[in-house]
């Protein structure tokens, strides 16, 4: 993973990146632990030569999340993190402005997370609103960062089924981590009990959107299931492996990004998510 | 002129001797510190020296007799030799008892040599195979140039010529004997050996006792570095120890990953330490190799990492994680040295300060912490294989005199079926017993021995607040590895229990005829001692008594009891699997089809997954809990073992 030497110029081998970094949680036991994207992020920060990545959680810190952020710095052994920025918010605080006047402070070129929380909201907005905020590109679903060379970065986003793209973004930017990405490697005890948790003092900004929210327990979802009509072993295989294929849907390339956003408006409005 | 040349002689190889002495402690101190008890140690070294370690050695006879003429003759004709020759005490008494003992010597040293004529391939060459001659020139030379002040030949006999040649013979036998021992010779581990013996770190380990717990990691200290990372990162009684290695092989002969082909040799694991310890490569090794490892292309130094995150340092991390912590080196070695406690510690590094254990490692870890079981199973799915038995929970019941400890087995098919066996049992027999059900968790023991440390102490602190809250008189369990953790690595945690494994507690039940069995009508049964159970606790009696009471004649295998053979499924081994030529548990199934056995009863879920890996045909494995109900008179009180059943049947 570890890029080449040569692609390396003299401003890359400083490059900073900032990570951020969630509690996550267990899918069977519930535990708190390090959320698995972002620990994915953590290890593709790793794989930039040169980078020395930062890491940042913003949100509340108790002791179970604290082990569990902790876990992200015994990521570090042998490298030079020993440290985490917490940023500490009330639970029902809106992250984002203070994740952003903080990364403005921090100024890394490149920011990397998980596509989605494990807790929390988990709707896999943050990203887009923060990149909204700070007005920077993002990449979304990154399976590898191929390089970083003269400010723009050019890595491999992941489509389903496999297929990757290629895409070359221009620095400062935001780019999360898929579950395509490679493994994290292992958390040491000794460098996580010995990293420092850097707490940073930024008031919380409460969540106005959220305050008319109403919260309900997830219910399960009806399945629809699939009907498979296969007369042979293959077709049945083909059946199973199929993604669900949306019926219509048009391909358009080579567009201009006016044409591309008129297209997007006129989808939104034929489905009746725009009025 | 010899008269004026031998005090010279002694005196400047006596001082030489002290100063390597000097340096040689001041390399062991270099350790992280242990308190030993001194005074005590250095007052019982004699006897550890002469029961304790002459003990294991007798295991050998022709060796034993061997060291007893040569080690015995030389200490009494090294202290005489300084008396007389060094500060010229003129006693002829003392003269023909020098004579005398370097007699004996000589005769032992042509054993020794009788020995290196044609060396098993254990023993270490090299430097080693001049041993003997320099015993001989030591015992000679000093039984030569003690004649004449015994009066046995007149002072003046011979010429310059003479005295000049004896004198020569004289100064090798010193160097090698005196200078060596302090030097790094060969002769290092009489030295460096006796003092092991003093400060051991396992005293309990002498007079017949036994301590196997590996030793708890203090996680309070931050900043200390966890585990042995550099060869300083050892207690400076663990240097000690590795420095009175003999070389002799003895654990290389029975180490079950060196036999299969895996890169691990107790014995040069042990060398590779002593060149971490003094610094330098491992070129001046003259044994046997890691399987597969060239010797020269490591080296190391005290300060100096001993697994390298990229590249070769000291030890490569395959080796030591070959380990399945069976502990037949350590039951072997002369010395006494702890050879499972030096791979752990290392380990420890690789899992708490490294993080580079190898990936199976890894998702073992991260279950146990997300989930409490090696396999990340639902800690609520741990009572499914009881589903129709109606256990009784501790929980509810509050107390009970038994507390079952089922282990991770409850998760796995074929334990299952042991687990079933066993509740049988203690139901026939009217046992009070009760679980922890969906409380009880991983005892820690794969955590600890992958490295874990942290994992382990946090998955035995939750266990021992659960069991506070039970009342219970004995626990009892068909896992070894469990009962060994419960039984030797608790207390030190704060948890101090009486376990039984469940081979004692059946054995017990039966003596006391608290059930009735039909006699064993099958074919000839072969039993395979459990690491965990065997070597570790030393319960070698009770499994055969049952098996025995069960009406069966049970033929030993060539290595059986403290010499048993592992499974290969000890020491999170399994779970690394690190390839070598053969496969461990194959060789032990070789072992049990030597005896012809159309059986082997075990006691332990891990012999029986790894035994019963091999593939057929091959002997039934079953468990001893398996074998005693499938007998019972009782009418079983459940619904028959059916999976089990057929193949017992088929047996009677
Ligand atoms: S470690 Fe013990 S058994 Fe092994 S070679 Fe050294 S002295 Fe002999
Ligand atoms: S404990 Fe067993 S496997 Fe490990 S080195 Fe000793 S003999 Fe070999």
Redesign the interface.
């Known amino acids: 993973m570890q890029l080449d030497a040569e692609s390396l110029t003299e401003s890359e081998s400083s490059l900073s990146i900032a990570v951020l970094v969630s509690v996550g949680r267990?899918p069977?036991?519930g535990?708190p632990?390090r959320a698995d994207q972002d620990a994915r992020a953590l290890e593709m920060a790793f794989s930039v030569a040169g980078a020395a990545p930062a890491l940042l959680h913003a949100g509340p810190c108790d002791d179970p999340s604290e082990d569990a952020l902790r876990c992200y710095l015994?990521?570090g052994?042998?490298t030079d993190l020993d440290s985490l920025i917490v940023l500490e918010q009330t639970a029902d605080a809106d992250i984002i402005p203070a994740l952003a006047d903080e990364l403005t402070a921090l100024g890394p070129q490149l920011v990397l997370c998980g596509t989605r929380a494990e807790t929390g909201e988990s709707s896999g907005m943050l990203p887009y609103l923060l990149a909204e905020r700070l007005g920077w590109p993002i990449i979304t679903g990154v399976a590898e960062i191929e390089s970083i060379h003269e400010g723009v970065v050019v890595a491999l986003q992941a489509l389903p089924r496999g297929q990757r793209r290629r895409l070359s973004v221009r620095l400062p930017a935001i780019a999360t981590a898929d579950s395509a990405a490679p493994a994290p490697?292992?958390?040491?005890?000794?460098?996580a009990?010995?990293g420092a948790l850097t707490f940073s003092n930024t008031g919380s900004a409460d969540d106005e959107a959220r305050q008319d929210w109403l919260v309900s327990p997830a219910r399960k979802r009806p399945k629809r299931l699939k009907i498979i009509t296969a007369t042979s072993a293959r077709e049945r295989f083909k059946a199973a492996a199929a993604k669900s294929q949306g019926g219509g849907g048009k391909v358009l390339k080579d567009l201009s990004p006016e044409a591309a956003a008129e297209a997007i408006q006129a989808l939104l409005k034929e489905e009746g998510v725009l009025r | 002129m010899l008269d004026q040349l031998l005090p010279v002689l002694i005196i400047a190889a006596l001082a030489l001797a002290v100063v390597g002495a000097a340096r040689r402690v001041f390399l062991w101190r270099r350790g992280r510190p242990s308190p030993v008890a001194f005074f005590s140690g250095l007052i019982s070294m004699p006897r550890r020296y002469l029961v304790d370690l002459h003990h294991v050695v007798a295991r050998d006879k022709y060796i034993s007799r061997t060291h007893v003429a040569t080690a015995g003759g030389f200490v009494v004709a090294a202290i005489l030799a300084i008396v007389v020759h060094g500060f010229g005490l003129d006693s002829t008494l003392l003269a023909w008892l020098l004579i005398a003992s370097a007699l004996c010597m000589f005769v032992g040293s042509l054993f020794v040599a009788k020995r290196r004529a044609d060396p098993p391939d254990r023993l270490s060459k090299g430097p080693w195979m001049r041993l003997p001659k320099s015993l001989m020139a030591f015992s000679l030379g000093v039984f030569l140039v003690t004649l004449p002040t015994a009066g046995v030949v007149p002072a003046d006999i011979g010429g310059w010529a003479l005295a000049a040649g004896l004198s020569g013979v004289v100064a090798w036998g010193l160097g090698e004997m005196f200078l060596g021992m302090t030097w790094g010779g060969p002769m290092k581990h009489a030295f460096a050996g006796a003092l092991h013996l003093a400060f051991h770190r396992r005293p309990e380990r002498f007079g017949g006792g036994r301590s196997t717990g590996l030793k708890a990691l203090d996680l309070s200290d931050r900043e200390a570095p966890l585990g042995a990372g550099k060869p300083e990162d050892f207690k400076w009684n663990q240097l000690l120890g590795f420095d009175a290695c003999v070389q002799c092989g003895r654990c290389e002969a029975v180490c079950p990953a060196f036999a299969a082909g895996q890169p691990l040799n107790p014995k040069k694991l042990i060398q590779d330490m002593v060149v971490g310890l003094a610094g330098g490569t491992d070129a001046g090794y003259h044994g046997s190799p890691y399987p597969g490892k060239p010797v020269g292309e490591h080296s190391g130094a005290p300060h100096q990492a001993i697994v390298a995150r990229q590249g070769k340092a000291l030890v490569d991390p395959e080796t030591l994680w070959s380990c399945t912590t069976c502990r037949a080196c350590v039951e072997e070695c002369p010395m006494m040295i702890e050879h499972v406690d030096a791979i752990v510690d290392m380990r420890r590094h690789i899992t708490l300060e490294l993080g580079v254990t190898p990936d199976k490692g890894v998702q073992v870890i991260e279950n146990l912490i997300a989930t409490d079981n090696p396999s990340g199973f639902s800690p609520d799915s741990r009572m499914h294989w009881a589903a129709d038995l109606n256990l009784p929970l501790m929980s509810e019941k509050g107390s009970a005199d038994v507390l079952l400890w089922m282990g991770d087995g409850a998760f796995d098919q074929r334990n299952q079926r042991t687990l079933r066996a066993l509740v049988q049992i203690l139901r026939a027999a009217n046992v009070d017993f009760a679980v922890l059900g969906n409380d009880e968790r991983d005892s820690g023991d794969l955590a600890r021995r992958l490295g874990d440390e942290a994992t382990f102490q946090s998955l035995a602190r939750r266990n021992i607040a659960t069991l506070a809250n039970a009342e219970f008189e004995s626990i009892v369990t068909c896992d070894p590895h469990s009962f060994h953790v419960l039984k030797n690595e608790y207390p030190e945690l704060g948890g101090s229990y009486t376990v039984y494994h469940h081979s004692t507690f059946i054995a017990d039940l039966m003596a006391n005829n608290r059930f009735q069995v039909t006699p064993w009508k099958g074919n000839s049964v072969t039993y395979h001692d459990p690491c965990y159970l065997g070597r570790y606790n030393g319960e070698y009696e009770a499994p055969r008594n049952v098996l025995k009471a069960l009406g069966m004649d049970v033929v030993e295998m060539q290595r059986s009891g403290y010499k048993s053979r592992c499974c290969g499924g000890g020491g999170a081994a399994p779970v690394i699997d690190i390839p070598g030529k053969r496969r461990i548990p194959d060789m032990r199934m070789e072992d049990i089809r030597e005896t012809g056995a159309e059986l082997v009863a075990v006691g332990c879920p891990q012999c029986t997954a790894m035994l019963e890996g091999v593939v057929e045909p091959s002997p039934q494995v079953r468990d001893i809990a398996e074998l005693v109900a499938a007998n019972l008179v009782e009418p079983a009180p459940q619904k028959p073992l059916s999976p089990s059943r057929p193949t017992v049947e088929v047996m009677h």
């Open positions: 267990h069977l036991t535990r632990r015994g990521m052994g042998g490697r292992a958390s040491a005890y000794g460098p009990m010995r």
